[in-house]
């Protein structure tokens, strides 16, 4: 489905929702082609915006971007393609294409609830550029309009729905039903894949569900990967919005530490282009660049 959107709109929205996304750009051509050097386009997993030329050159870029997303391979990537008859394209020229793969948001977001808290939090994690998917059974629960990083996941086995939403992400039980918080903390465990588990709480329900969690034959590590009562222990207040405050400023926490050994985000240096174009195979395509 291609997207009404320039490229520079859809890096724009792509980073406001914290979607991993690939910045095409045709770096030189030779002969005739669809379009002249300098032209982009975005690609992310589902959807693609602008145009480098349409056709099968278009195809097979989109198809390139999309491998390196699946295999969360952040770097850059100069390709070559003659628009021959490989491509079923009759122009004669060639042309030759960056893309710049981007991690998106730094962090990915979990969270089970819908409640006040659920929602007072959603007022602050949804300015930031995270991705993040919202879990209750209850539609009514969830507001008319959510931020514009934020995924709505109703469904009516939460539990059931763990390995498929939690892999690689931090995890928050802010549910109104507390036999429903200890099944997904059971689910959680049982998920090596899973970075953080917050479970809201007081110091009763957390040693309740520890011994509980004991009696079951999970680990003491295992246990303790469960942090209840979530949020920061220097951040008092009972309101909802207290709460959320006290929560964000745990997950900004650990999303830092997280980031810390993720791939840089920054672009690509002149001196680096100019190695990428070297070990480019001129028998395919003669590229012309300019330094900024």
């Given at each position: 489905?291609?997207?009404?959107?320039?490229?520079?709109?859809?890096?724009?929205?792509?980073?406001?929702?914290?979607?991993?996304?690939?910045?095409?750009?045709?770096?030189?051509?030779?002969?005739?082609?669809?379009?002249e050097p300098a032209s982009k386009m975005v690609v992310t997993r589902e959807h693609s915006y602008d145009t480098i030329g349409g056709g099968h050159l278009e195809y097979r870029v989109i198809a390139r971007a999309r491998e390196r997303l699946a295999n969360h391979e952040y770097s850059y990537e100069l390709a070559h393609f003659p628009l021959g008859a490989s491509l079923g394209q009759c122009c004669g020229g060639s042309v030759a294409v960056l893309l710049e793969a981007q991690t998106g948001g730094d962090a990915r977001l979990v969270v089970f609830g819908a409640g006040h808290v659920g929602q007072a939090l959603m007022s602050i994690?949804?300015?930031?550029?995270?991705?993040?998917?919202?879990?209750?059974?209850?539609?009514?629960?969830?507001?008319?309009?959510?931020?514009?990083?934020?995924?709505?996941?109703?469904?009516?086995?939460?539990?059931?729905?763990?390995?498929?939403?939690?892999?690689?992400?931090?995890?928050?039980?802010?549910?109104h039903n507390h036999a429903l918080d200890y099944d997904l903390c059971r689910a959680l465990l049982e998920q090596d894949e899973v970075l953080t588990i917050g479970l809201i709480g007081s110091q009763t329900k957390a040693e309740r569900f520890r011994q509980r969690l004991g009696h079951r034959g999970y680990a003491q590590t295992d246990i303790d990967r469960i942090r209840c009562p979530v949020g920061r222990s220097d951040i008092p207040g009972k309101r909802p919005m207290e709460v959320a405050v006290s929560?964000?400023?745990?997950?900004?926490?650990?999303?830092?530490?997280?980031?810390?050994?993720?791939?840089?985000?920054?672009?690509?240096?002149?001196?680096?282009?100019?190695?990428?174009?070297?070990?480019?195979?001129?028998?395919?395509?003669?590229?012309?660049?300019?330094?900024?």
């Open positions: 489905m291609q997207e009404r959107l320039t490229w520079i709109q859809a890096v724009a929205d792509c980073e406001r929702r914290g979607q991993p996304y690939v910045l095409v750009t045709v770096l030189g051509v030779t002969g005739s082609v669809p379009r994690v949804g300015e930031l550029p995270w991705q993040i998917t919202w879990v209750d059974s209850r539609a009514d629960s969830f507001p008319t309009e959510v931020p514009a990083n934020t995924t709505v996941h109703c469904t009516d086995d939460p539990v059931g729905d763990v390995p498929d939403l939690c892999s690689n992400a931090h995890v928050l039980i802010l549910t929560i964000s400023a745990e997950l900004l926490s650990l999303v830092a530490s997280d980031s810390a050994a993720k791939p840089s985000r920054r672009g690509l240096s002149w001196g680096a282009l100019k190695a990428l174009t070297k070990e480019a195979n001129p028998g395919e395509a003669e590229v012309t660049t300019h330094q900024p």
